[in-house]
């Protein structure tokens, strides 16, 4: 789980990194923070919480993301959350982002992955198949990818299974 941290005032509130847009973390609810904090832990679930950065897209290379990280103080890289963090503050909302993590800062990820997925979400067969007929060792890779995916997603479940019920009581 990680919650939103105020940034160091030094930075600007959204700073081209590399070839990437990245969105400095902002300030989380303590109470709500509080509440999954004490929610995952009654539940015997290991987590950290802390800041993370939003970036604009995927940032495929280790070095990158260890780079991101270091700038900005963040445990991790996140894509999806910044748009719904967006529309809690629009609405006065509170804010808590739990996530799993499927890639961590070492792991450099193939560049064509960022094509496996559509605009909706739907997987795209043929861009798949292509990547695995192009080397045999890519298929290594998928398995890889597909694993840590499966268990982030069980992860996932456990941890929310535990937290809702603590922020809707």
Known sequence: VFSRERPDR?????????????KPPSLADPATLAKARGALTRAGLSFQAGPFVFASEPIF?????????LTFQALAVDMEAGAVEQAARGKNLPFLALRTITDGVSDDLPDEIGEFLSEDGSVRIG?????AIKN???IGTLMRLKENATKAAGALTLAWQAV??????
């Open 10 to 22: 030094s930075s600007p509130s959204t700073a081209s990194f590399s070839s990437y847009k990245i």
């Open 61 to 69: 290379k280790g070095e990158d993301k260890r780079s991101v990280g």
């Open 127 to 131: 861009k798949v198949t292509r990547f």
């Open 136 to 138: 045999p060792m890519n």
């Open 164 to 169: 809702l019920p603590a922020l809707l009581a």
